[in-house]
């Protein structure tokens, strides 16, 4: 299965940033990718207010564009992180959602754990301000291969990955916004430890640059990673894609030489 993991510079027009994802996406499905993973933050990064004030519900109108741009090009379509609304107004979800090629949803993620830090710089980002959390656990299939589905934050979250595992995930989707000084102390640290622990391809589509007038700037650094640990595809800085064809036969490999999963005790470190 060829995989495409797309970067993108967002700021604060939708429009703009939907136009960028687009461009990616045939980008992607001329080069023969059956599946597009889009970043977190897919349609606007920016003041809290406005994203409050364009959240709308998974069947709304910049939801339906994406999935008629998955269906458009014959693709399946991992939309990364989209300001959901939902029972809170002022707190929308950070959703990411996965669309076949006919241009049907098929699954929704709300974010679990939400990034509330104080940075380097002095500045704070308070992600539980402006955001609801989610509550379920997701896996979903493509094309008969089960993937999980978590965004940016969550990465630091092990027990996450291998509840996606215990479901029967062979790939781990990790669409991200990292910051630069998080992204250059650990951002290719933990995405190959999740690929390594859990012997799952790992495809982290990311943000890169400065995102307008907020001054916010993102790692970048798209990586898609194999079960052994090495990257397979990486985009280091700049608006574009990361491509990799994922060898399932090679991770049937890797279980069965080191067959980690099958020794675990979840029965002894289960809390």
């Not at 495409?4 to 990616?24: E, K, S």
Request: proline share 6%.
């Amino acid at each position: 299965m060829r995989i495409a993991a797309a970067q993108m510079c967002v700021g604060q027009d939708p429009d703009t940033n939907l136009a960028q994802a687009a461009a990616l996406v045939a980008e992607a499905a001329g080069a023969g990718a059956r599946l597009v993973a889009l970043p977190e933050n897919v349609v606007f990064m920016g003041d809290t207010r406005v994203r409050e004030a364009i959240a709308e519900p998974l069947d709304g109108p910049r939801a339906g564009a994406l999935c008629a741009l998955a269906a458009a090009h014959g693709v399946w379509l991992l939309v990364g992180g989209f300001p959901e609304r939902g029972r809170l107004p002022a707190r929308p979800y950070n959703t990411s959602f996965l669309i076949d090629p006919s241009g049907a949803r098929v699954a929704a993620y709300r974010k679990l754990h939400l990034f509330d830090v104080d940075l380097p710089d002095g500045r704070q980002i308070r992600e539980s301000s402006y955001t609801a959390a989610g509550d379920a656990v997701v896996t979903a299939e493509v094309d008969g291969v089960r993937v999980g589905l978590s965004i940016c934050y969550d990465l630091r979250f092990p027990e996450l990955f291998r509840a996606h595992v215990a479901e029967g995930a062979r790939v781990l989707f990790v669409p991200s916004a990292f910051t630069v000084p998080t992204g250059q102390a650990h951002w290719h640290l933990l995405l190959r430890a999740r690929a390594v622990e859990n012997q799952c391809f790992v495809v982290a589509p990311a943000q890169t640059g400065v995102h307008g007038a907020s001054g916010r700037s993102s790692y970048g650094h798209s990586l898609i990673v194999d079960p052994w640990g090495d990257v397979l595809a990486e985009r280091a800085d700049g608006v574009g894609l990361a491509l990799a064809d994922l060898d399932f036969t090679r991770q049937d490999d890797v279980r069965a030489r080191l067959p980690v999963l099958a020794h675990r005790r979840p029965e002894l470190t289960a809390r």
